[in-house]
């Protein structure tokens, strides 16, 4: 069975500090995709990145980066300079694999960590 | 481009009492999915569907039906409330290509209280 794992329940961090969400995964499949999600207070939720298992490049986008170690099975989030609107839920996901290669895209969600940056 | 809808957004309902909780999607997505968000517990899938005319159960289906009629609409029934069914349902669509996940678009949200 798949499982994902956000240990951090809150962080509570001072705005323009940096800060490292982390996202632990287990799955049996070879092949498979972890996603990054946003729930601002507002309630909906945002999509930030998807991310192949074959594909272990680090990416960064604006302050977001994201660090993907299959060897860890961990697939890191950090926001620096975090600002007030950074505050959220965040969710890390993992998808399946169905035998024979096909996936319907279930995803597998993390407990979410609730991040709040403070001015 | 609305994306993915979700009606109604509140209902509080009592015990036993029935009620359709309706998705829409204009992206001509093939899957949808319907979750449900729980404090602590992140997000738990329901049940889905791969096409029109076709459903499936998801990690925690008792309770629930669906139905795929439309391939713009996916509907989520409860036939006879419980308590243990409030929390906030969420609606999501994505693209269908083999061997390949995209991500998911969500709706709004649904937030129910059963009495």
């Known amino acids: 069975a798949q499982k994902v794992t956000q240990a951090q329940t809150e962080i509570s961090v001072v705005e323009k500090e940096d800060v490292t969400l982390d996202c632990v995964y287990e799955?049996?499949?070879?092949?498979?995709?972890l996603f990054w999600y946003k729930q601002p207070p507002s309630g909906e939720l945002v999509f930030l990145i998807r991310?192949?298992?074959?594909?272990?490049q680090n990416e960064i986008s604006g302050r977001y980066s994201w660090n993907f170690q299959k060897s860890t099975s961990s697939f890191n989030f950090t926001i620096t300079a975090s600002q007030v609107v950074d505050s959220a839920v965040y969710f890390c996901?993992?998808?399946?694999?169905?035998?024979?290669?096909?996936?319907?895209?279930?995803?597998?969600f993390g407990q979410g960590t609730i991040l709040t940056v403070h001015p | 481009n609305a994306g993915v809808t979700q009606t109604p957004k509140f209902r509080v309902l009592k015990t036993g009492q029935s009620m359709t909780l309706l998705c829409a999607q204009d992206?001509?997505?093939?899957?949808m999915y319907w979750y449900r968000q729980d404090p602590g517990m992140g997000l738990r899938l329901i049940h889905y569907?791969?096409?029109?005319?076709?459903?499936a159960k998801g990690e925690v289906p008792d309770g629930y039906n669906v139905s795929r009629l439309k391939k713009q609409n996916f509907l989520l029934g409860l036939e006879s409330a419980a308590p243990s069914q409030t929390s906030v349902y969420f609606c999501?669509?994505?693209?269908?290509?083999?061997?390949?996940?995209?991500?998911?678009?969500f709706g709004p949200g649904t937030r129910l209280t059963v009495t």
């Open positions: 999501a669509s994505s693209r269908r290509k083999r061997e390949v996940v995209y991500e998911q678009y």
């Open positions: 799955t049996r499949d070879t092949t498979y995709y």
């Open positions: 991310r192949n298992s074959f594909d272990e």
């Open positions: 996901a993992l998808s399946d694999q169905n035998a024979g290669g096909t996936s319907y895209g279930k995803l597998t």
């Open positions: 992206m001509n997505h093939e899957y």
């Open positions: 569907s791969v096409g029109e005319g076709t459903t």
